[in-house]
């Protein structure tokens, strides 16, 4: 009886032993698979780097451990050790873009290998839900256009939702080839932009999706930017909660763009602004910030395009056209251009117009006339909208608006509807308007208004302006206030 009783303590004693034994394994296991080195996810196979470019490959290991990277472009070998902080990263010089498949190698404690990179143009997409549409929720042409997408040697990257209060190390996501099956959900203004760019340049084009449906400027704004400008501050406590994205300053930016926002990159599309019609009287502030502050972060100025926001039914009259006349406003800032989207709206009761073809073909001849050596040799009036300059007095109660891109303007419809008059007392009334015989300036009367100091243009939040150039690109809302004084003679 007393040795059963000994040999069952030893035996629970035995099995006691093996669990914790066990348990210590484990927890060796996941220390030693914690130091190993590792990438972060925008690193992986079917990646595409920038070309002719220093690209910075980065990830964490082990406090001073010894990194090796290698190239499939040329011999160097990059070696660089860790810290206590666990990060490293190397700087990699990237030759021409070609269709050349290479691998990257990354050793230290165990060997990475990354296939399939190939080296060409790379560009960011970033936004709310028109930038976020894709061919699944509903195209022009849909099905046509996601049978056709059959263009391995453009990758996409797409970035998960997701929001953090504080700046995050990586996101979740991987490069993919595009096809039928891939390109189906994702940004179709990011897929038709980059085959646009792939048809003209012969290169792998590879695009960066990270956005949010229905998301305000603010969250993609590092949050710091915000809580350290008062104004900033108040323009983003006027955005109401919503269900389907984060309001907070920082939110997204945290989680979707400071994790690759060293990635090297040619230039972004930005489409968003929808979400912010709450606060539309800053949005120009907002939208510099958000620009200047990703610059710092990047480490360098690149092209920033922005599809100004489309004719929609919203609440308050005049919330669309503020939106859209504070884009246009920031665009004339060096490194940012806009392309406008008002001539192919289908609904002005749908946010979401289903031409995302044409928005993508903006956005590529955009990219193509000003970065590519024009190859296809655009007119700058098929690329830029007409842009007004500083209006001026005629004779007495005409006011003249010159265009910038405006050879052969025109008005799609027999009458010019949308211009209007105001004096000091800022009332606004319709004006006469008529093209100039120059076919670049627009004359403008109001029996209404004997001294105009203001004028403005398709001020409602479903206008779909019909002045055009002559390659039918469509003029935008504007406001322009106080108007020079000045007689001009013989002008039609």
Known sequence: MVISVFLYQIGMNMKILKFLLLLFCLAACNITSYALVTLPSIFCDNMVLQQNAKVKIWGWAKPYEEITVKVGWDTTTYKVMTGNSMEWSVDVRTPQASFTPYEITVEGWRKLTIKNVLVGEVWLCSGQSNMEWSPRNGILNGEKEVAAADYPNIRFFQVVPRKSVVVQDDVYGEWKECSPETMIDFSAIGYFFARKLQQELNIPIGIIGSYVGGSPIETWTPAETIYEDPELLDLSKKISEMSWSPKEPGYLYNAMIAPIIQFKIKGILWYQGEANVENAEGYDKLLTNLIYSWFKKHGEHVPFYIAQIAPFAYGVEGQCPTIQNKQRFVSRFGD????????????????????????????????LYQLYHNPTKLSPNQVFSPEPIVPYYGKPNEVYVNFFYAEKLHSTTKTIEGFELAGIDGVFYPAKAVICEEQSTIKLTSAKVKKPTQVRYAWKNTAQPTLRNEYNMPATCFWLDDIPVGIVEDIE
């Open 336 to 367: 940012v251009e806009m392309i406008v989207t008002n001539d192919f709206v289908d609904d002005v009761n749908n946010i979401h117009p289903k031409d995302k073809q044409t928005a993508g073909l903006r956005f590529a001849n955009l990219a």
